[in-house]
C-alpha cells in the first residue's frame, strides 16, 4: 500500500464522519459570518481538529475543485469573461476564482439598516419610560440627598442617551457619511467614536 493511497483513505474516512464535517462547515460558515479571513491555522484554532483530520477537510474543502456554480449572464458578459481571461492567459474559472479573493464590496446603507436604527429608537423610548418611572419613584419614596444623588445620576445617563440620540439622527439624515465609517469598520451606534 502506497503512502498516497494510505492518505487517502485516512481521508475518506474522516470525510464520512458527520459530526467532524459539521464542525468544519460550521467553523467556515463562522468565519464568513464575521468576515475573517479563512486560512488552515484560522480552522484549527476554531475547529480543534487534530492535524490529520484537518489536512482532510482543510484538502477537500479548500484545495480540490469539486463544487461548480453556474452563473447567468448576458452575452455580452461571457464574451467579455472570456476575452479577459484570455488576455490574462487563463481559463474563465481562475479568472473568477482570483477575483473572488480581490472584490470589494460595499454594502448600502439598506432597509436593513433602516430596522436596526429603528429598533435603536424603540429602545430610547422604552428607556424614556423607564425613567420616567424612576423618576416617579425618587419623588414618592427617597427625600433628601439620596434623591438627590440618584437624580443626578440619572441625569448624567439621560445626556449620555441624548449624545446617542443625536448620533442616529445623523446617520439617518446622511447615510453616506455613515456607511464610510461601516466600511472602516466602527460601530455607527458609538458616540466615542463620532467626536
Known amino acids: 500500500m502506497t503512502r498516497k493511497y494510505k492518505k487517502k483513505l485516512i481521508d475518506e474516512y474522516y470525510l464520512q464522519d458527520a459530526e467532524l464535517a459539521g464542525s468544519f462547515e460550521n ?20 475547529t480543534k481538529f487534530k492535524s490529520a483530520q ?3 477537510f482543510y484538502r477537500f474543502h479548500c484545495k ?3 463544487a461548480r456554480i453556474e452563473m447567468n449572464c448576458t452575452l455580452l458578459d461571457k464574451k ?10 487563463k481559463t474563465v474559472s481562475q479568472l473568477v476564482a482570483e477575483s473572488l479573493h480581490q472584490t470589494y464590496i460595499v454594502v448600502p446603507f439598506t432597509d436593513k439598516t433602516r430596522k436596526e436604527m429603528q429598533q435603536v429608537i424603540n429602545e430610547r423610548v422604552r428607556f424614556n419610560s423607564l425613567l420616567n418611572q424612576a423618576v416617579k419613584w425618587c419623588n414618592t419614596h427617597k427625600s ?4 438627590i444623588q440618584i437624580l443626578l445620576e440619572l441625569n448624567q445617563l439621560n445626556k449620555a442617551f441624548e449624545q446617542h440620540d443625536l448620533r442616529v439622527m445623523s446617520i439617518l439624515a446622511e447615510p453616506l457619511v455613515d456607511h464610510k465609517f461601516r466600511v472602516a469598520r466602527v460601530d455607527p451606534l458609538d458616540v ?3 467626536r
Not at 467579455?80 to 492567459?89: C, L, R
Open 80 to 89: 467579455i469573461w472570456k476575452y479577459k481571461a484570455e488576455k490574462a492567459g
Open 54 to 56: 484537518l489536512d482532510a
Open 27 to 46: 467553523a467556515i460558515d463562522q468565519l464568513l459570518k464575521n468576515d475573517i479571513r479563512i486560512t488552515k491555522n484560522r480552522l484549527k484554532n476554531e
Open 192 to 194: 466615542q467614536s463620532w
Open 64 to 66: 480540490e475543485k469539486k
Open 144 to 147: 433628601g440627598v439620596e434623591a
